[in-house]
């Protein structure tokens, strides 16, 4: 409510704030404002926490690593523990993961600090969506410190804490398709333009998109329950045998949307099976799963 008057007021306005017993008088020119307040006593003490491993790192890599991942947090799922992020430290490596069952996305990076035991903590979807909005591009450094109940970000003009989800993340790694035998090189922004094309024609029930894999070149194919359909083709490296597949659209665009590489790899098995999608380039460690539609 008090942010709520203040954005309602001139954007000139002086305004004086006075707290007594259990309300707050807000005044500005000629308003006034009176509200309710609680005892500061019952805030809860966010230095209390045992932080147990600190690390620093650049706001720009924190908040890469955050905006290309973050988009397969599950919302509101019964699975609570989906609705968040992990975040897991291994050796110098810290690495995050999201999924929401039926797609996933994992990114890391290399801090400058080590860890004797690989540990991991869950992250709030709303934290991690303010955080991402909070962060910027700088350089400047940023310093995050985990405990088994509270992760808290430093920044150079706040101090950001969360509590954690008390949760068992699934093991991620087995979802990582092995063994793909059909390996796709294609450009990120025509393949990213393609599909946004095909899905004017999608359907909120229906966001499928056929995939047909040929010798250089992917066709995509939307109908929706109309029977008006749109197809496109775009050219790609792959020599390998044909494949037909279908995705949900929508989940292909925003890995598409998140990958920092001018060039995607996709790796296939068959129909049944997942795709592996990263950039096409090794320095951008990321790592996108779709789960495939029936056709």
Sequence with gaps: KFLDICRALPSNATISFNAKDNKAVVRAGKSRFSLSTLSSEDFPDSEGANYTDEIRLPQSALKALLDETSFAMASQDVRYYLNGLLLEREDNILRAVATDGHRLALGSLTTDTSVAEKS??????????????????????????????????ELPALHFTSKLIDGQF???????????????????DQLKQALSRAAILSSDKHRSVRINLEAGLIKATVINQEQESAEEEVSVEYQGSSLEIAFNNAYLLDLLNAIPDEKVKMVFSDDNSSVLISPANEKFERQYVVMPMRL
């Design 120 to 153: 991991s903590i869950i992250v709030p979807r709303k934290a991690i969506l303010e955080l991402g909005r909070l962060l910027s591009d700088s350089d400047d450094n940023v310093t995050i410190a985990f405990s088994n109940q509270q992760i808290k970000v």
């Design 170 to 188: 699934p093991n991620y790694e087995r979802v990582l398709p092995l063994g793909g035998d059909k390996e796709v090189i294609a450009d990120r």
